[in-house]
């Protein structure tokens, strides 16, 4: 589904995107077939909002999509930087390209992404893999134009990183969901989490219009989009850096967004328990659009480990935050990410972590092994902790979890949820499936609704990870 939106920003490029739809036409004469375009994305959901608009910039230059980079033409890979084995794994996709560009010498290949907005990085690529055409960074998707007419005019590899802080407006998008949809509505991170490389990949905090999101999400509407989730390192923090009060910028917009015809269901991640504002419960708690979900990472339970995370906050305050939300919306399903193995964590550390995980009694949570990543703090530390502490500390983390989402769904049984229809289950395509407000999925064999209907289901029985019941009602 191609998404065009009604902001002219993107035609400042204009010259470039009809030298190379130009170019494309000469290579569709010349080679019996339009140019095709392959776009691998890993990382986040920013990271896959910006494979999409990736993607969308090269359809809207005449290419077409395929599914396999062996049949590409263009392949770009749209990388992620947060964690040391993403890394490794697209430095081990870029090498075996090398035969690929063998064998199709006239194949481009871009590295994008928050993976090359380190210079170390960049230096990498350029002198081991000279198979590589482009590198570019995160801010940089509105010039893939341009870039790519210069490898294609004058046969030179094209390495542009100046557009960090910059935000790109009016981008294509091509999205491969139907009825749901990401939208990025600020770029970068002033947090500074000593575990965390995203503020020197992707810059300081900077907030995108409302008139911008708006344009974004009306035209999201009208292509059949029903559920919006808006995304940002940390959305609490919205408008912040423009002298708004972030908390209330960013339930203004929640508010905002509600308003748009068409759209059932909005989300939002990821919020920072410092700044997330009575306000904002607020909204989540009265607007009738809003899913009552929150992902609130915690990292980890223990004060003296938030301190030297430099999180900001004490287990106290995240204790007293996630009452006065479960206080203030009834039934809301809260989510969090936890970091296991920090440098330096002690035994004592990580017992008392476990024990205030058990006691916030999380719906769902993502664990994640720390990833030592160069440039900082934490990576500089000598305590780094030993390989199987670590796994052992996670598999203990991974029981507590499993035991309070199993917990979490077996109170669902019995009960009625409002679930958003999707389509048939991708594990079991005999079967249904939808998502919860709380986004549980739910499998039932209902068949007769289409894509976006909303329907009440009789939850009868709860595994750890998803719910099975009986549709009684659509609205
Ligand atoms: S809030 Fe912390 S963990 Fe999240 S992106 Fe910013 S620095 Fe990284």
């Known amino acids: 589904m191609q ?20 170019l494309n036409r000469q290579f569709a004469i010349e080679h019996g077939h339009p140019r095709k375009a392959y776009v691998q994305t890993f990382g986040c959901q920013m990271s896959e909002e910006e494979g999409e608009k990736i993607l969308g910039v090269l359809l809207d230059s005449s290419m077409v999509e395929v599914n396999t980079q062996d049949e590409a033409d263009v392949i770009i890979y749209n990388t992620c930087c947060v964690r040391e084995n993403a890394e490794q794994k697209v430095y081990g996709h870029v090498g075996v ?16 992404g928050c993976m090359t907005q380190q210079p170390t990085v960049v230096e990498e690529l350029k002198r081991s893999y000279r198979h590589v055409d482009i590198i570019a960074g995160t801010g940089n998707i509105n ?3 341009d870039m790519v007419c210069q490898v294609i005019e004058k046969g030179r590899r094209v390495a542009d990183l100046s557009g960090t802080e910059r935000i790109a407006e009016g981008t294509p998008k091509e999205s491969h969901g139907n009825i749901k949809a990401w939208v990025t509505i600020m770029y970068g991170c002033n947090n500074f989490c000593s575990y965390c490389i995203v503020p020197y990949v992707r810059g300081r905090e900077r907030s995108r219009s409302v008139e911008d999101i708006m344009a974004e999400v009306t035209s999201l509407a009208k292509a059949g989009v029903q559920e919006i989730t808006l995304l940002g390192q940390n959305v609490n923090s919205y408008g912040s850096e423009r002298g708004l009060p972030g908390g209330q910028a960013f339930a203004e917009l ?3 967004v509600c308003q748009v015809e068409g759209i ?15 306000e904002i419960i607020e909204a989540v708690a009265t607007e009738p659009k809003m899913c009552k979900q929150i992902h609130l990472p915690l990292q980890s339970g223990c004060t003296e480990t938030l301190r030297q995370m430099n999180r900001k906050y004490t287990a106290d305050q995240y204790r007293a935050l996630l009452a006065k939300i479960r206080d203030r919306i009834p039934g809301v399903t809260v989510s969090t990410d936890l970091i296991t193995g920090f440098p330096g964590e002690t035994d004592e550390q990580h017992k008392e972590s476990m024990a205030f995980i058990e006691e916030c009694a999380f719906d769902m949570a993502y664990i994640f092994i720390y990833s030592r990543r160069t440039g900082t703090p934490a990576a500089k530390r000598e305590d780094q902790i030993p390989e199987d502490v670590v796994h052992a500390r996670f598999e203990e983390m991974q029981k507590i979890i499993t035991d309070s989402s199993y917990k979490s769904s077996k109170a669902q049984e019995g009960t009625v949820l409002t ?15 939808g998502r919860t407000e709380g986004n549980k999925i739910v499998l039932y064999s209902h068949q007769d609704c289409k894509p976006g209907d909303i329907l009440k289901v009789r939850i009868d029985t709860a595994k750890t990870w998803y719910l099975e019941g009986t549709v009684i009602t659509e609205d």
């Open 97 to 112: 390209l090398k035969g690929l560009k063998k064998r199709k010498p006239h194949l481009i290949i871009g590295i994008m």
């Open 254 to 256: 929640l508010h905002t």
């Open 3 to 22: 998404i065009k939106y009604p902001v002219d920003k993107y035609s400042d490029h204009s010259g470039a995107i009809h030298r190379l739809q130009e």
């Open 264 to 278: 059932k269901r909005v989300r939002f991640m990821t919020s920072h328990p410092k700044d997330l504002s009575d």
């Open 419 to 433: 679930v958003m229809h999707e389509g048939p289950s991708q594990s079991n395509p005999s079967m249904m499936t």
């Open 143 to 145: 010039n893939l134009p």
